[in-house]
């Protein structure tokens, strides 16, 4: 299987990996080298070893960039978090971690829990084709989303405007209520972002490699090590099935 998997590479030696800098708790540096440090980085490296080949990162702003370059057949595997929309253009293996998505209110606010956020004439920030905007996209009813370019666009988009609420990951939006008083994060959550990596279409056997590499990181506690190594314990879980 292995050197099936090599041969779908775009280069036999090297494994071409688009990284999403906008998440900063899956890449929390920089390597002296320039490389990307971090969980992310460190999966793909695993990858790398496992089929013997060296790793290139190929880095991106935001995970819609990252999709982008999986249309054009720009890297071998990409780490972002698992959309339906961005599985028509990615292959997905499972998840190896998680992070729970909630809303940034003000302390006024009349909502008490994540359900009563979807009521008409609400207007919520987000991080454009962020994960959980794609979610929200989805399944919201009545609010409306309004887009910004990253995650700090949307909270600078939410204090400027003074919007009802800001969509965001737990550790980011504990963040974002530290730096503005005035503010709370809602109880429970309406999702859990599944960080994965996929490959391009097209190679099966590279998948396959990938997927045994994930379930073998989960199992042998390999994911949990990577989340103490690099200081976002507490913030990432390891993926669990739904």
């Given at each position: 299987m292995t ?5 779908e ?9 688009g ?5 900063i708790?899956l890449?929390?540096?920089?390597k002296p080298?320039g490389?990307?440090d971090?969980i992310?980085?460190?999966?793909a490296?695993g ?5 013997g080949v060296a790793?290139?990162y190929?880095?991106?702003a935001t ?6 370059a999986?249309e054009?057949?720009?890297w ?8 339906p929309?961005r599985?028509?253009v990615?292959?997905f293996c499972?998840?190896?971690v998680?992070?729970?998505a ?11 829990k994540?359900?009563d956020?979807?009521?008409p004439?609400?207007r ?6 962020a ?5 929200l996209?989805r399944?919201?009813k009545?609010?409306e ?12 988009l939410?204090?400027r405007e003074?919007?009802d609420?800001l969509?965001g990951l ?13 503010t709370?994060?809602l109880?429970g959550r309406?999702?859990?972002?599944k960080q ?11 998948k396959a490699?990938v997927?045994?590499?994930?379930a073998?990181?989960?199992?042998s ?5 990577l989340i103490d ?5 507490g913030?990432l879980a390891v993926?669990?099935e739904?």
């Amino acid at each position: 299987m292995t050197n099936e998997a090599i041969a779908e590479l775009l280069d036999p030696k090297v494994l071409r990996v688009g990284i999403n800098l906008g998440n900063i708790l899956l890449v929390t540096g920089t390597k002296p080298n320039g490389d990307p440090d971090g969980i992310a980085p460190d999966m793909a490296a695993g990858i790398a070893d496992k089929l013997g080949v060296a790793v290139k990162y190929d880095t991106f702003a935001t995970p819609g960039e990252v999709a982008d370059a999986a249309e054009r057949g720009a890297w071998d595997i990409g780490l972002i978090a698992i959309e339906p929309k961005r599985a028509e253009v990615i292959d997905f293996c499972d998840a190896y971690v998680q992070i729970e998505a909630t809303y940034l209110v003000p302390d006024t606010s009349p909502f008490r829990k994540v359900e009563d956020v979807d009521a008409p004439g609400v207007r919520i920030a987000v991080s454009e084709r962020a994960a959980y905007d794609l979610y929200l996209s989805r399944t919201l009813k009545h609010a409306e989303l309004v887009r910004a370019q990253g995650l700090p666009g949307a909270f600078e988009l939410f204090k400027r405007e003074k919007l009802d609420a800001l969509a965001g990951l737990v550790p980011a939006l504990r963040d974002n209520a530290a730096a503005m008083p005035g503010t709370r994060l809602l109880p429970g959550r309406y999702t859990a972002v599944k960080q994965a990596i996929g490959t391009r279409h097209g190679t099966p056997a590279l998948k396959a490699v990938v997927q045994d590499f994930i379930a073998e990181a989960v199992a042998s506690g390999l994911v949990q090590r990577l989340i103490d190594k690099h200081g976002v314990t507490g913030k990432l879980a390891v993926a669990t099935e739904d």
